[in-house]
């Protein structure tokens, strides 16, 4: 069955600082996986998105991931964040269903 | 592309009162259904999702239920709502077969006092 694992739970980080938010997947096919970001009190917006192919995406507001098949991973990542980063940040996959991990509330301070 | 259309956005239900949460999709036709909720502090966790009319398959043992009437029409219920049903309640649609492409609605945010 698949499922997903964020490791963190919450991650601090000073503006203009670099972050990576880890993920960790599971599943006994092949999968797409996804990244979502959700602003306080909004819906879910997605970041990016793998398929297929290049295995580093390029998502929306400067976040990219790469996807690992070796080791089952799909970190997020930016350069240099800035307050309005503040979030929370969802990982997901699907094979034919879309599953969750638990988040990690990114906390970006001045 | 895909329209979700969920209402209410927000809705404070007292315990034990009945629970009708509606989900309708334009834009495709025999999409993928889901309910997800997120309990306060928690992730997103799928509730129900279905392939078809009248097809519905419950992920976790609880006190709702879901039905699809329609091809694009998704209902979530509750016959007696219990403190711990509150949260935020996101609608999603994908087309089917694809599981690669998905749609959420804006949400509903209950609170059950």
């Known amino acids: 069955a698949q499922s997903v694992t964020q490791l963190d739970s919450q991650v601090p980080v000073f503006e203009e600082a670099p972050v990576e938010l880890r993920c960790n997947y599971s599943?006994?096919?092949?999968?797409?996986l996804f990244w979502y970001v959700q602003y306080p009190n909004q819906g879910l917006q997605l970041l990016l998105k793998y398929l297929s192919g290049s295995t580093l995406v390029k998502g929306i507001n400067g976040f990219e991931a790469e996807f690992n098949k070796s080791q089952t991973s799909f970190h997020l990542r930016k350069p240099s964040v800035h307050i309005s980063d503040t979030a929370e940040y969802f990982c997901a996959v699907s094979e034919n269903k879309l599953i969750f991990g638990t988040g990690t509330r990114l906390q970006v301070f001045p | 592309s895909q329209t979700i259309h969920q209402w209410p956005a927000t809705l404070v239900q007292p315990v034990g009162s009945p629970l009708s949460l509606e989900c309708t999709v334009e834009?495709?036709?025999?999409?993928?259904l889901y309910w997800y909720r997120q309990a306060a502090g928690r992730g997103l966790q799928l509730l129900f999702y279905?392939?078809?009319?009248?097809?519905i398959s419950s992920e976790v043992p609880q006190n709702l239920s879901a039905s699809r009437p329609q091809d694009r029409q998704f209902i979530l219920s509750s016959k007696k709502l219990l403190l711990s049903d509150s949260g935020f309640y996101l609608c999603?649609?994908?087309?089917?077969?694809?599981?690669?492409?998905?749609?959420f609605g804006s949400g509903t945010r209950l609170t059950v006092v």
């Open positions: 834009g495709t036709s025999n999409p993928n």
């Open positions: 599943s006994s096919v092949s999968v797409y």
């Open positions: 999603a649609s994908s087309p089917t077969g694809t599981g690669n492409d998905y749609t």
């Open positions: 279905s392939v078809g009319i009248g097809q």
